[in-house]
Structures are given as structure tokens and as C-alpha cells.
């Protein structure tokens, strides 16, 4: 049997720390409703005490959705704590994501603080939002860059305390995957109590190893993994949900799965894109453009003789219409004679050597060449028409 993987979406808290990225309320229900559809468990609402805004968000979105966690994010503040409880009032599954920093480098710059202090407020926090009769998750922040020993006493403490989740975040995404796997191991052999808690993962993409990371951490025992659509998120960005998602599926015997409904991924892809007005970059995996385009005549070629050549995801598996022959001068005679047979035309021998010929400076001259220039190179050619 295989274990479940919880995926915990922050695109709505998280991604949404992206300058200029600001959603209405209205537009973020849009978005919960279809992160509740897709399939994910818990959705990050926002940050209740932060603003008006957010807290109206928190609130609507719990109204709106039925079938997914809501939760809303908090610092180890009485405040905090408060406001959270209020806003998820409605949610029929709520949960306070509370915590505090767990690196020497927060504690001392961040908090002026001492270790104990912060094992203390900590487990403080914990104990009073369990008391609003909410899940509770417990955040370790810089937990990617604290000390292993006080962290492992730190998880311990709040799982005593009742926390359900700790998130053992690497904020900065300072770690390495193979040293971060190492982290969260440290973990399950050192923390007496860990298996009275989730471990969660959550990474940012600094060094652009959010993915890894995660990966690393669900792969030595962590069971939930905190994503963003698109991999959006506050500097260089999140680990994105749907590649840790499309690993887990196309990865099967690594004996993980999750609740997502891959074909609606790159649908949500362009919602959040488009909402947020932040294109997605067009190599970016899963789901930007070129993800399933082949431009290479090596490639084209490999792929038009079998797809599993040079795909390992089927582009219907998350919801894109179907792969593409995209012709530049880097193609070859195999990728040109499909497109134009596509269009109705056949061509062999000493007459598709010609038509390529020409292809090729039509190639050179516009960089893409579409079924329009094609039409065109071929009615241009008389000895070629009609075939």
C-alpha cells in the first residue's frame, strides 16, 4: 500500500506575497474552489491578523469550501491566535498554522531572543490555539538552517503540547536535498513523540531546489508537502504543486500518492497565472508552453516514431490538449513531412528535399515557421502544388 501524501496549498498565502500579484477576495474563492476540485487537502487562506483583506478572505473562503482544510497562518501571538480562530469560524475543518523561528540566526537577529525562550513561547502558542478547538500546525521557520539538536527538542515540545503538524520549513532554501532528506530523518530517529504528528515540508526555491528538497523530505518520512500553483511564491518562489505531484505519479514505485486530479492541473496553471497576472515561464515544467513542444529535428523525429522517446508524461494526464511539432531550422525532414501531411499534403523523395530546402531559409529568416508559412512555401513552389 502505498502512503498518502497530504498536499497542503499556500498559493493563497504564500504565492500571493509575490509583488503585484495581490488577489480580491472574490477572486481568491475562484481560485480555493478549484484548489478543492483539483483535489489538494489543505488550503492556506491567509494571513488573518495581516489585514482586513485577509481575514475577509479567510472567512469567505471557509463559507466556500466544504470538502478541504482551511488554514490560516499566525505568529506564536496571543493576537494572532485570536483573529485566526475568528476568521475560520465558519471552515468545517480549520486549522491555526502558528510557530516561530528555530534558527540562532532568527533567534538572535529576528527575535532577540535565547533558545529556551522560543521553546517556551512556542509551546505556549500551540497550547493556546489548540485551546479555539482548531487543528494546529506548528511552523519551525529557518528550520532548514537551525541547530539539529535544538530542533528536535523544539518538535518534540510542541507535538507534547498537541500539536497535529509540524512544518519543518528551509525558509531561505539554503539546504541541499540529500543534507535537507538528512534533516528531517534526524528527525523521525531522534523525536520520541514524532509519530503523534505529520511532518510537514515547505521550500522555497532560492537556489532552485524547492522541488528537490521536498521530494527529499517526503521520501525520509515527512507526509505532507506545502506547494503553490506555479510554483509562485515570496522571492525566487515555492516548491510547485504540480511537480510534486506529476513526480509522485510518474515515479510509482517510490511508494508515495496523493489526492490530485492531474488533468485539471494546467487549467488551474493558466487561472492562477492569469488571475495573478504572472505569466509562467515558458520551460517551466508541467505546464509552461514548451513543456510538451519538441523543436529539435533529433527529437522531433525520436518523438513522432514514439512519444515515450522523449516524453515521460502524457500531456492529456495534466490537462494539456496535446504535445507539439514546433518548427524551426533545428528540424529535420521527419518533423516537416508531419506537419505538412497535417495540412493535407504529401510529399517523398527529391520533392520533400526541395520543399525542406526552402523550409529551411524561410526557417532562418522568421526563427518559428506556422501552418500559414507553410501554405505559402508550398504554393510558392509550383512543381510542388497539388501534391
Given amino acids: 500500500m502505498k502512503d498518502k501524501i497530504q498536499i497542503f496549498d499556500t498559493t493563497l498565502r504564500d504565492g500571493e506575497q509575490v509583488p503585484g500579484c495581490q488577489l480580491s477576495t472574490e477572486e481568491k474563492v475562484i481560485i480555493a474552489r478549484e484548489l478543492e476540485e483539483l483535489g489538494v487537502d489543505v488550503i492556506e487562506a ?9 481575514f475577509l478572505s479567510v472567512v469567505e473562503i471557509s463559507k466556500a ?6 488554514c490560516g497562518l499566525t505568529r506564536a501571538k496571543k493576537e494572532d491566535i485570536d483573529v485566526a480562530a475568528e476568521a475560520l469560524h465558519h471552515a468545517k475543518r480549520g486549522r491555526i498554522h502558528t510557530g516561530i523561528g528555530a534558527s540562532d540566526v532568527h533567534i538572535k537577529h529576528k527575535f532577540r531572543s535565547n533558545r529556551e525562550q522560543v521553546l517556551e513561547q512556542g509551546v ?19 528550520a532548514g538552517r537551525a541547530d539539529l ?16 503538524v509540524v512544518n519543518i520549513p528551509d525558509t531561505t532554501g539554503y539546504c541541499l536535498p540529500h543534507l535537507y532528506g538528512k534533516r528531517i530523518q534526524y528527525l523521525f530517529e531522534n523525536v520520541k513523540n514524532i509519530d503523534k504528528a505529520v511532518i510537514s515540508v515547505h521550500c522555497h526555491n532560492d537556489l532552485g531546489l524547492a522541488t528537490a528538497n521536498t521530494m527529499a523530505g517526503l521520501l525520509n518520512g515527512a507526509r505532507q508537502a506545502e506547494v503553490t500553483m506555479n510554483g ?49 515561464q515558458a520551460n517551466k515544467a508541467i505546464v509552461g508552453k514548451n513543456a510538451f513542444a519538441h ?18 508524461i502524457n500531456p492529456a494526464d495534466v490537462g494539456v490538449g496535446s504535445s507539439s511539432i514546433v518548427l524551426t531550422a533545428r528540424s529535420g525532414r521527419a518533423a516537416l513531412k508531419h506537419r505538412v501531411e497535417l495540412l493535407g499534403y504529401h510529399f517523398e523523395g527529391e520533392e ?35 501534391k
Fill in 46 to 54: 491567509g494571513f488573518p491578523i495581516s489585514s482586513p483583506g485577509d
Fill in 65 to 70: 469550501v466544504k470538502n478541504v482544510t482551511v
Fill in 124 to 142: 505556549w502558542a500551540v497550547e493556546y490555539a489548540k485551546s479555539k478547538g482548531y487543528e494546529v500546525e506548528f511552523y519551525a521557520e529557518d
Fill in 149 to 164: 539538536e535544538f530542533l528536535a527538542k523544539l518538535t518534540q515540545a510542541v507535538i507534547a503540547a498537541g500539536a497535529d
Fill in 232 to 280: 509562485i511564491g515570496e522571492r525566487a518562489g515555492n516548491t510547485s504543486l504540480e511537480e510534486v505531484a506529476m513526480i509522485i505519479k510518474t515515479h510509482g514505485d517510490i511508494g508515495l500518492t496523493t489526492n490530485i486530479k492531474s488533468e485539471r492541473i494546467y487549467g488551474l496553471s493558466q487561472l492562477v497565472s492569469s488571475m495573478m497576472r504572472m505569466p509562467v
Fill in 295 to 312: 523543436s529539435s529535428g533529433i527529437h522531433q523525429d525520436g518523438f513522432l516514431k514514439h512519444s515515450e522517446n522523449y516524453e515521460i
Fill in 352 to 386: 520533400l528535399n526541395s520543399l525542406y530546402e526552402n523550409f529551411l531559409l524561410v526557417a532562418d529568416e522568421k526563427k518559428m515557421v506556422n501552418d500559414a508559412d507553410l501554405k505559402i512555401l508550398i504554393t510558392s513552389l509550383p512543381v510542388l502544388i497539388n
